[in-house]
């Protein structure tokens, strides 16, 4: 059917999604964005075309026994009002709802049609092809609304009263629970039940729940399965001694030869881990030791007599560790530079150790997230 010249030139490019006829040559034109009320020229009027947006913040409805008003409240920018016949209300409000929550953003813009909208006093219930939205108040819908997607929803049951029948929604393990009059409780199922199973791809409520009975048992099992995983032991603690990286087992036994060499290791490591205090007072140890040998070097006291001293290798100290200061000194400093390589070798060692682990622990994360993300996607 060909629209009027005036609500083509308004309409522009824009699709009409619904067109509901107000009587005599009055109609209402529903576009995705806005609804458009077209006047007819008569008596005391010209032709005319009304334009009201769907980016409104608040829909009412007043309604009388033969008129009904539809208002859109847009906040600050005020809101607009236009009247219908009684009759034609519920025509032209399933449209305009559609419209209002898809602007709104409560619907999605990739095709989620409305199937039904139903007002029950002060709570308006609306069922699209993808979820529920429920609101409570005088209006027909504001922003404090309550939506519940069907790729969430677990199961449906009514409830029947001697009044009213309960609508009963389990949503990801909760109840939502709201009551509509019995007169409209059969429409009210067929429309709720229906658009359920079809997005499910089911042909009744009982096949939806066994879609989600096997659906909960493979994901218990999935479960099951990731708590049972094993990632192995992991890596080794890191050890906070480099020196208990060494390859040597720990039962080994060490020869006398080898305990001087052991000191000199450990004592380097001391060495470097020392504050600067600590350093100096080391210092202040050497000087004072060298200053006691010389003043015994000095004494007289030290000068061997007729033979009452003993010579060092009769008494067996030759070579056992009983060495005179500067003997000592001067083995310790050219020992120092193969201990400080001994050292960084460890400290390279510990190096590589660690970055070891630390591809290990990255590789096994990677492993994790992996086996998350299938059992997400069911497989």
């Given at each position: 059917m060909s629209q009027p010249e005036i609500v083509q030139s308004v309409l522009g490019e824009e699709d009409v999604v619904t067109r509901v006829h107000l009587g005599g040559e009055d109609e209402l034109f529903v576009t995705p964005t806005r609804t458009l009320v077209y006047r007819a020229e008569g008596l005391l009027s010209d032709e005319s075309?009304?334009?009201?947006?769907?980016?409104?913040?608040?829909?009412?409805?007043?309604?009388?026994?033969?008129?009904?008003?539809?208002?859109?409240?847009?906040?600050?920018?005020?809101?607009?009002?236009?009247?219908?016949?009684?009759?034609r209300l519920d025509d032209a409000l399933q449209p305009i709802v559609e419209?209002?929550?898809?602007?709104?953003?409560?619907?999605?813009?990739?095709?989620?049609?409305?199937?039904?909208?139903?007002?029950?006093?002060?709570?308006?219930?609306?069922?699209?092809?993808?979820?529920?939205?429920?609101h409570i108040g005088s209006a027909v819908w504001d922003e404090d609304y309550e939506s519940y997607r069907f790729a969430d929803v677990t199961d449906l049951e009514f409830e029947s009263g001697s009044v009213a029948t309960t609508v009963v929604l389990t949503v990801d393990g909760r109840?939502?629970?709201?009551?509509?009059?019995?007169?409209?409780?059969?429409?009210?199922r067929e429309k709720l039940a229906r658009a359920l199973c079809?997005?499910?791809?089911?042909?009744?409520?009982?096949?939806?729940r066994v879609q989600m009975e096997k659906a909960q048992t493979?994901?218990?099992?999935?479960?099951?399965?990731r708590d049972n995983?094993?990632?192995?032991?992991?890596?080794?603690?890191?050890?906070?001694?480099?020196?208990?990286?060494?390859?040597?087992?720990?039962?080994?036994?060490?020869?006398?030869?080898?305990?001087?060499?052991?000191?000199?290791?450990?004592?380097?490591?001391?060495?470097?881990?020392?504050?600067?205090?600590?350093?100096?007072?080391?210092?202040?140890?050497?000087?004072a030791e060298a200053a006691t040998t010389q003043s015994a070097t000095e004494s007289p006291a030290a000068e061997p007599s007729s033979g009452n001293v003993a010579d060092a290798g009769d008494l067996g100290f030759e070579g056992s560790g009983f060495e005179s200061a500067a003997e000592s000194e001067a083995a310790g400093g050219a020992g120092s530079d193969a201990n400080y390589a001994e050292l960084a070798a460890e400290i390279e060692s510990l190096r590589e150790v660690v970055e070891a682990q630390s591809e290990q622990i990255r590789h096994q994360q990677e492993l994790v997230e992996q086996l998350i993300e299938e059992l997400r996607r069911g497989r």
């Open positions: 075309v009304d334009e009201f947006s769907h980016a409104a913040e608040r829909l009412s409805v007043k309604e009388g026994r033969r008129k009904a008003k539809i208002s859109l409240d847009y906040g600050l920018d005020g809101s607009e009002t236009f009247s219908l016949s009684a009759k419209g209002v929550l898809a602007a709104a953003g409560v619907t999605d813009e990739d095709g989620e049609r409305l199937v039904q909208a139903f007002r029950f006093s002060e709570l308006t219930f609306v069922i699209t092809d993808a979820r529920v939205v429920r109840q939502e629970r709201f009551k509509i009059p019995n007169e409209q409780a059969r429409l009210v079809d997005y499910h791809g089911v042909g009744s409520l009982e096949e939806f493979a994901a218990d099992a999935a479960d099951t399965e995983t094993d990632f192995g032991a992991g890596p080794d603690p890191l050890s906070a001694n480099p020196g208990e990286l060494s390859d040597e087992p720990a039962n080994a036994t060490r020869t006398e030869g080898d305990a001087p060499a052991e000191q000199s290791r450990r004592a380097a490591q001391t060495q470097s881990v020392e504050s600067a205090p600590a350093t100096g007072a080391v210092a202040e140890a050497k000087a």
